[in-house]
Each structure stands twice: as structure tokens, then as C-alpha cells.
């Protein structure tokens, strides 16, 4: 059964900086995709970014240039650096994989099938 696991979250400063990490276990083949989202109160699942088993990395306008998706040679994990952080990043993020097909252009939640419980991440002015 295949298991993702998201850590890192925390509350910090507007302009402070967080690392999220994200471990996918419990499939012996590859994933193909990762994805982060971010989910504030009222609002809908929002994608963050995401990063393909060949390195290509897509990033939503709202945070390019603050965030900085990776994998940093380790296999069965992704890296969310977020630096610059606003109020507005304040969320649950969620941390979601999927296997044997490359990342889509576009982030679609319905995309990936596997999903973790999510990690808060609290940006105060």
C-alpha cells in the first residue's frame, strides 16, 4: 500500500522561510510525479508545484521565485523549499504522488491518487 508522508510545516514570520519534505513508501517501482498543494479554510485544493521523475519542475505564478521544488538524489522523496512566505501561504499542504505517468501541464488534484495528510503551515504579519 502505498503511503505519503509530509513534514516541515510549522508558523513563522511574514519573509521567513519553511522546508517541507515528502516521502512516498510502499510501491517498489518509481513514482513518476509529485505534487504539492495547498488547501486555506473555504477555498479549494490549489497546486503549489510539482516535479516529474525526469527533473522537470512546474510552479503555480503565485509562488515562483519564493519556492523551490526538489529532490535532492533521494529516491522516494520531494523537497518544498518556501522562502519569502506571506500570509496568504498560510494552509494545509498537502504532499501527493502518482505512478507511471509523467506530470501533467496543468495541476489537477485528480491527477495524483495517492495523497498525504497534509502539514500546516501558518505565515503570520
Known amino acids: 500500500q502505498v503511503q505519503v508522508a509530509e513534514s516541515g510545516g510549522g508558523s513563522v514570520r511574514s519573509g521567513g522561510s519553511l522546508t517541507l519534505s515528502c516521502e512516498v513508501s510502499?510501491?517498489?517501482?518509481?513514482?513518476?510525479?509529485m505534487g504539492w498543494f495547498r488547501q486555506a479554510p473555504g477555498n479549494e485544493r490549489e497546486g503549489v508545484a510539482m516535479?516529474?521523475?525526469?527533473?522537470?519542475?512546474r510552479y503555480a505564478d503565485s509562488v515562483k521565485g519564493r519556492f523551490t521544488i526538489s529532490q535532492n538524489n533521494a529516491p522516494n522523496k520531494s523537497y518544498l523549499q518556501m522562502d519569502i512566505l506571506e500570509p496568504e501561504d498560510t494552509a494545509m499542504y498537502y504532499c501527493?504522488?502518482?505512478?507511471?505517468?509523467?506530470?501533467?501541464?496543468?495541476?489537477?488534484?485528480?491527477?495524483?491518487?495517492?495523497w498525504g495528510q497534509g502539514t500546516q503551515v501558518t505565515v503570520s504579519s
Open positions: 510502499g510501491y517498489t517501482a518509481r513514482w513518476s510525479c
Open positions: 516535479i516529474g521523475s525526469d527533473g522537470r519542475v
Open positions: 501527493a504522488a502518482r505512478f507511471f505517468t509523467a506530470c501533467n501541464t496543468r495541476f489537477v488534484p485528480s491527477d495524483f491518487p495517492h
